[in-house]
C-alpha cells in the first residue's frame, strides 16, 4: 500500500515538473534584447499621413503583432509624456507630470533599472532634449518632470551605458538643488562625450553621451540642411553597434520625440516627414533583430496629440494643440511579440517585457537606487 501511494506520488511529481517545463519551453529561451520604440504623440492618423505620403507601408505595418493601447492616468483621460513615459517603463499608472514615480511619490521600478541589475547593457535614445520627459521616464525618479536638472543628474548616476539626444544647455549649466554640472558628473563616471554626428560617428566605447542640440534636436524638414546633427536613425545605429557588445543583451529606449512637439503646434508638413524618420529607425532595429536572434521590437506611443484627422482630400487636419484621449498603436516585431496579441493598456506592454527577458516585475513599487 504504501509502496503504491510512493510510486502514485513519484509519478505526481513528475507530471507536475513535466508541467513546467513544458510551461517555461513554451515561452522558449528568454528574450535577451528588448527594444522599446516611442513614437511620442503618434496616433494611427500620424502612422496613416506617413503611409500615404510615402504611397507604400512603412515597416511599422510589417509587424508580426498589432494592437492598440489606452493611454489615461491613474486620475484623468488624457495623458503627458511624464506618466504615460512612467506606464511604458514600469507598468504602473501614475499622476500627471511624474517621472518614474507613483501619485505618492514613491520610485517605481523601471524595465531600464531591471536590465542594468540583471548585467545587460542600457541605452536611451531621443531627438529631444534627454531630460525631457520620456527619457526621463525610463531614467530617473522625480515628482515633476520640470526637474529637468535633477534629471541630468540622475541619468549621469543611473550605471546606465548610453545616452544620445539634445539637451545640451541642461547639462552645461549648474544644478542649483545639488550644486553641480551634469556634464561634471559624466566626465567623473567616465563617459566619452560627442558633440555632433562626426564625433558619434568616430566614438567607440562605452559608457557614451552624445549631446548634439543645446535643447530639442532639429526637425526633420531643416535637420539636413543646416546642422551637423545625426538622424533618430543613425543615433540608433550606433546605439546598437555598441551596446550590442555587451553578453548579458541590452535594454534600449527610442523616442521619435518630434511627432509630439510639431503636433503641437499644429505643423501639417511636418507630420509625415517626423514619422517617417522614426519608421527609419524601426527599420534599423528590425534588420538587427532579423539578425540577432533574441531580439523584441515594441514600437508604440505615449500618447496622442493633436487630435489628428486625414479628410477626404488627403489633408491632414488637427483638432487640438494638446494631447487626446485616442487610442495608440502597438507593433511588436521579433522573439516574443506573441506575448504581446493581447495587450490593450500601456502597462500591459513592459510587463510582458520584464516576463520575457525573465526579470523580476514587483508586486509593489519598490525603491530605487537613484
Ligand atoms: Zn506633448
Redesign the pocket.
Known sequence: MMRRFAVCLLLCFLVYTNAVDAEISSVEAPVKNIIIMIG??MGFQHVASARLGAKQPLVMDTALVKGSLATHTIDGCVT??GAGGTALAAGFKTAHYHIGVDPDGNNLYLISEAARDVGKAVGIVTNARLTDATPAAFSAHVPHRDLEDQIAVAQMRSGFDLFLGGGAEQYYSHCESLGLRPIDVAVENGFQIAADKMELDKADRLPLLGLFARKDMTAERYRRLLTKEPSLAQMTEKALELLSQREAGFFLMVEGALI??RS?INERSSIPLEVAAFDNAVAVCVDFAEKHPGTLVIVTAD?E?GGLTILDDGQIRFTSIG?TNAQVPLFVFGDGADAFADASDNTDVVRAAFQLGRMVFPDQPSASSF
Request: no cysteine; net charge negative; charged share 40%.
Open positions: 511620442d504623440g503627458d509624456s509630439d512637439k503641437h500618447h496629440t494631447h
